[in-house]
Structures are given as structure tokens and as C-alpha cells.
């Protein structure tokens, strides 16, 4: 059920200047991971993805980093924006194309 | 981008009651289908996966029998709760994976679903 008094790791930011998420993951095979932004009621967005086979990624003003060896994934904005507040999880593609998101971070942009 | 949405946006009901929710993939088919549920504060949770034509597949700990899902065309899954009680309160989000997308590996997801059981 519902859990009472939870806060999400909030990191606040300046605007116009760069962020940087961080994501631990869990299981060593996973070979797709991918970013997702979520606003306040709306579903998630897709920002990004990396394989395995890569450790880094770069989009439009996004990057993500992929260390496999201590099975952590990080997600940096540039210019970080006010549009840019939001929930942003990582998760990592399973069997069977299931997706495991972790558990989340708070981006507040402060004008 | 490929387009899934979701119906209703909202819904509340009273306990007792079931509830369903569509989940549709607007420009793609979609032979697989996922559902999730989400507390506040909390991160997505995988309910099942949807499998066009066969039975849908449950997560560890998720009732199939509380939680009816049927996938019976390429474009729509619908997610059942019956019996709903307060606790079943949440934000219930599908996603689709398009196989022609990202290698396969890119799922679409819905804008979400706010369920309130009184």
C-alpha cells in the first residue's frame, strides 16, 4: 500500500547550470539502460538511452555516463532549465523486456 | 514519437466496485504491453506484462486475479481492478513496446491513470 512521509532525494539547481542525477543498479547482465523524466501526474518521458556497450551517451543537452563496473549510471543536463523540474528514474531493461526503475530524483530549478 | 494513451485519466469509485482502465498504442502495434503502478513519492512498479493473444504474465506478489488484464488486439491492453478498496489508491501508467523501435528495446508509455477507491 501507500507509504507515508516518503521524500524523494531532491537536488536543487540553479538555472543555467549543469546537474548531475546518479543511479545505482543492480543486476550485472543488464545490457539497456535508459533515463526518463516524469513530471508531477504524467507518465514518463523517455531522455535517454545507453547499452552496455558504451559508457557514455550524449543528446540534446543531456549525457548519460555508464559505469558497469560498480553498476552505476549517471544522467547530466546542461543549461538546466526551469522545464527541466521534474522526477527523473533511471531503470534497467530485464528477461523478457521488463523494466526495473530505481527509485527516483526530485530536480528542482531554481529561476 | 509513437503515441500511447491511456482511459480514463482519472477515475474514483467507490470499494467495492472494478475498475477498468484502457491502455492503447495510437500509430504502432504493439504485441506487448506493461503495466505499472505508482505510489506517491514512490518509483514505478511492474504489475504484469500484456502479451497480445496469451495470458499476461504477473510479478512476483501482484494478484492476477484482482488485477484482470486482456490484451485482445495489437493496439489495446485493458487492466481490470476488481474489488477495488482504498489501498488499491494509485497511479496506474502502461507502456508499450514498439518492435520496430530502438532495436525493440523502446517502450511508450502512457500518460497514467489516477485511480481513487473511497
Known amino acids: 500500500g501507500e507509504s507515508v512521509g516518503l521524500h524523494l532525494p531532491t537536488l536543487s539547481v540553479q538555472e543555467g547550470d549543469n546537474s548531475i542525477i546518479n543511479c545505482a543498479y543492480s543486476?550485472?547482465?543488464?545490457?539497456?539502460f535508459i533515463w526518463y523524466k516524469q513530471e508531477s501526474g504524467k507518465g514518463p518521458q523517455f531522455i535517454i538511452d545507453?547499452?552496455?556497450?558504451?559508457d557514455k551517451r550524449q543528446g540534446q543537452r543531456v549525457t548519460v555516463l555508464l559505469n558497469k563496473t560498480v553498476k552505476h549510471l549517471s544522467l547530466q543536463i546542461a543549461a538546466t532549465q526551469p522545464g527541466d523540474s521534474a522526477v527523473y528514474f533511471c531503470a534497467e531493461k530485464g528477461g523478457n523486456n521488463r523494466l526495473a526503475f530505481g527509485k527516483g530524483n526530485q530536480v528542482v530549478v531554481i529561476p | 514519437g509513437a503515441v500511447v494513451s491511456q482511459h480514463p485519466s482519472r477515475v474514483i469509485c467507490k470499494s467495492g466496485t472494478s475498475v477498468k482502465i484502457e491502455c492503447r498504442s495510437l500509430d504502432f502495434q504493439a504485441t506487448t504491453m506493461f503495466w505499472y503502478r505508482q505510489f506517491p513519492k514512490q518509483s514505478l512498479m511492474l504489475m504484469a506484462t500484456s502479451n497480445e493473444g496469451s495470458k499476461a504474465t504477473y510479478e512476483q506478489g501482484v494478484e492476477k486475479d484482482k488485477f484482470l488484464i486482456n490484451h485482445a488486439s495489437l493496439t489495446l491492453s485493458t487492466l481490470t481492478v476488481t474489488s477495488a478498496h482504498p489501498e488499491d489508491s494509485s497511479f496506474y501508467i502502461c507502456s508499450a513496446r514498439d518492435p520496430t523501435s530502438g532495436g525493440g528495446n523502446e517502450q511508450f508509455f502512457g500518460p497514467g491513470t489516477r485511480l481513487t477507491v473511497l
Open positions: 545507453i547499452r552496455s556497450n558504451m
Open positions: 543486476n550485472s547482465a543488464s545490457d539497456y
